[in-house]
Every structure is written in C-alpha cells, then in structure tokens.
C-alpha cells in the first residue's frame, strides 16, 4: 500500500499514512498528533520506524511536522514537489507491479514478519489497551479549559485554546522560521 500525502494529515491521517508500506508526501504535506494536547495518545509505531526519542519528540508536544523533517526522521520515504505527488506514487506502484507477485508477496512477508517479531506485533498489543485507559481518562482542568473555549467560541476558540500556546512550533508552517501555511490553507488547524 502506496500513501500519497498531499496536505494535512493529522491524527487518524497521519496514523494511517505511517502504516502503509510506503508512504510519499508532497512539499507541501504536514503531519501531526495534535489530539494529544486533549488527552489523546499516539501510535507505537511513530516509534518502530523513527525511534523512541523521535516519537517521544513529536507524540508528547503534538507539534506539527514538515515535509522536510518527516524525510529526515523517517516517518516518509520520499518527498516530492506537489505537482509530482500522485504522478510519483503511480510510477512506483507501476514498478513494484513489474515485478512478479510471488516476490512481491514474499519479500513484503519477509520484511513484515522481521518487524513482527523484533517487537512491533508486541507494542501494537499493548497500544489498544493504553489508548482505551487513555480516552477513559478524558478530564481534568485542561479539558475543562477546552470545553468552555469550545461552547463560547466554537471549533476556532477550541483549537486556538489547544493549540494557541504552542506556537511557534519548531517544525512546520507555524515554525519559528515563520513559513506559512501550504498554499490554499489557512487558519487554526488541528
């Protein structure tokens, strides 16, 4: 499964873009967990393809993430111009299909079933669990917080109370580099 992320991808977004087998994003693509800010969890496997200290940097702040950064910490393969995206993404299915399926199958065994058993099978168990505790402990002044921004303001007030204290970010459009948003987006995403 070939992932072609060509904007945001956030949350559920990004966790299914870091499990397909490949994952190619546009320049202009921004990933993110910003959920964690209210009371949320990540994936184990941020951690199983980018390391623990990768995956605490980006899970524990909910910060955003260029495309850039994504590449060098290995959360995407590739990172291509916008245009090129789909283009891209189509020309490596079309190369992986030229090769012929018992191999594909095989290797794609092989290299799954490696992970599998170095640990990931384990930490995806206990992700489920964890992530259940987590949601069941949905609470506290924070949410309060949102809550209250949220019936006095709406989606905007909410993200703004989330996501407001955060910015700068050290990686993404709202970076301290002050780069803005993709082209075409705008406003308080989240």
């Known amino acids: 499964m070939i992932a072609a992320v060509n904007g945001w991808a956030m949350g ?45 940097r980006h899970a524990l702040a ?44 095989v290797n794609k065994a092989v290299t799954m079933l490696g992970v599998l058993s170095a640990g990931l099978f384990n930490g995806l168990l206990l992700n489920g669990p964890l992530s259940a ?21 709406g989606l905007r007030a909410l993200l703004q109370a989330r996501d407001g204290p955060f910015i700068p970010e050290p990686f993404g459009p709202r970076s301290a580099q002050g780069s803005a948003p993709p082209a075409g987006e705008g406003g308080q995403r989240g």
């Open 133 to 153: 505790i987590v949601h069941a402990s949905v609470g506290g002044p924070e949410r309060v917080k949102l809550d209250a921004a949220f019936r006095e303001g």
């Open 62 to 105: 909910g910060d955003h993430i260029d495309a850039a950064e994504t590449l060098r910490i290995g959360l995407v393969n590739e990172v291509v111009p916008h245009d090129e995206l789909l283009p891209r993404a189509r020309a490596l299915g079309a190369r992986i299909a030229m090769v012929p399926e018992a191999s594909v199958r």
């Open 12 to 56: 559920g977004g990004m966790w299914y873009s870091t499990a397909c087998d490949i994952t190619i994003a546009s320049d202009r693509a921004v990933f993110a967990q910003p959920e964690v800010r209210m009371v949320s969890n990540t994936t184990y496997l941020l951690a199983a393809l980018c390391g623990w200290k990768v995956a605490n």
